[in-house]
């Protein structure tokens, strides 16, 4: 630990290069730490039909718009290769292959531990999103040894899957999404209820137009934002751009919810007997897993305390890249940079007035 940092960055994602944008522009001494082998991965692993809702415009990071039509969708790998080239442009020091298995606060610093080394910080920044643990219901594990079961995190496209009928979990925009590609080469049966729908397009406009400055940006603490994200923190966003109609495919059946397994077979609402599929396809979403902080930081649903990404209980300590951390958009691609700017601000000060 022969080197002391400012800041230690944990997770080189949107979020993370973010914050290290803005810990560029004050020459502070700093450090990201990511356990991808290369910047972008943790799209480029994301099944391969994936489009972004929001069209290019709507998401660029600090300082570096997003290439191509303002107006088209990007792709994974679009968002891949952005985030690469942003890291490059800045240059911002990322460490790469690094997975952190600790951060401690001891007496008055951090330490962050990873399998090769021990760093110490005056501050952290914890960027690797608020969902980092796969979320499959208990009863995943009582399917028969023969159905193949996916979370859609590990989904990549149809030919992973054996022939056969495929449940999928979860009708929120992963599910619908992977249900409606899967069902142009086989039965699809979609379980869960409606989350609703937004249209793409509004009085000839990207919906995104006139949802971004209304609805997307007022804080969460307005009144507003109280009303939009209430109950929502781990619920499925509704679908944007397909509504119901667009789940009408024949080889695509609606079902209830899935309520646990009998003789090795999935059980749905509305529907006596079992499915008899060939693989189950979980878009259940996922958790939080922040237990390797070694604070108290964290409520009892897992979801971290803070006040817009800092934490008083840790002095030092803050996070971006939250769900609904100040803003509807927080954990979107172009809305992490706002978060960013106030967390290295607010930790700023803070080293500021420790000096």
């Not at 059980?267 to 996922?286: H, K, M, N, Q, Y």
Request: aromatic fraction near 8%; charge should be positive.
């Amino acid at each position: 630990m022969s080197v002391h940092y400012d800041t230690i960055i944990v997770g080189a994602g949107q979020a993370g290069l973010a914050a290290g944008y803005f810990l560029s522009r004050v020459r502070s001494r700093f450090l990201l730490l990511d356990n991808s082998s290369e910047i972008g991965d943790s799209w480029r692993r994301r099944w391969d039909s994936l489009r972004l809702f929001t069209p290019n415009r709507y998401n660029a990071l600090p300082g570096m718009p997003f290439p191509g039509n303002p107006a088209a969708l990007p792709t994974k790998d679009d968002v891949a290769a952005y985030l690469q080239s942003y890291a490059a442009r800045f240059d911002l020091p990322v460490r790469l292959s690094a997975s952190v298995s600790a951060v401690e606060h001891h007496r008055g610093a951090f330490i962050v531990r990873t399998a090769d080394d021990e760093l110490a910080a005056s501050s952290v920044i914890i960027a690797t999103g608020a969902y980092g643990r796969p979320s499959v219901p208990l009863f995943a594990s009582e399917l028969a040894p023969r159905i193949v079961g996916l979370h859609s995190s590990n989904y990549r496209n149809p030919r992973q899957l054996p022939d056969g009928d495929v449940l999928v979990v979860g009708a929120g925009n992963s599910g619908a999404q992977i249900a409606l590609e899967l069902s142009a080469s086989r039965r699809v049966w979609l379980s869960g209820p409606s989350t609703g729908a937004i249209p793409r397009r509004v009085l000839g406009r990207d919906v995104y137009d006139w949802l971004w400055p209304t609805l997307m940006r007022p804080s969460v603490d307005s009144w507003i934002g109280r009303r939009l994200t209430a109950g929502r923190l781990f619920a499925g966003d509704p679908l944007v751009g397909m509504t119901m109609r667009d789940l009408e495919r024949p080889a695509l059946t609606r079902v209830g919810r899935m309520t646990g397994v009998r003789v090795g077979r999935p059980v749905v609402e509305g529907r006596e007997d079992p499915l008899d599929v060939a693989a189950v396809i979980w878009c259940t979403g996922f958790r939080p897993d922040f237990g390797w902080i070694q604070a108290p930081v964290v409520r009892p649903d897992g979801y971290p305390l803070h006040l817009r990404g800092v934490v008083s209980s840790a002095p030092g300590l803050a996070f971006v890249g939250l769900r609904y951390q100040s803003r509807l958009n927080s954990s979107l691609l172009g809305g992490v940079g706002e978060d960013a700017a106030f967390v290295v601000s607010a930790l700023q000060d803070r080293q500021r007035g420790a000096a």
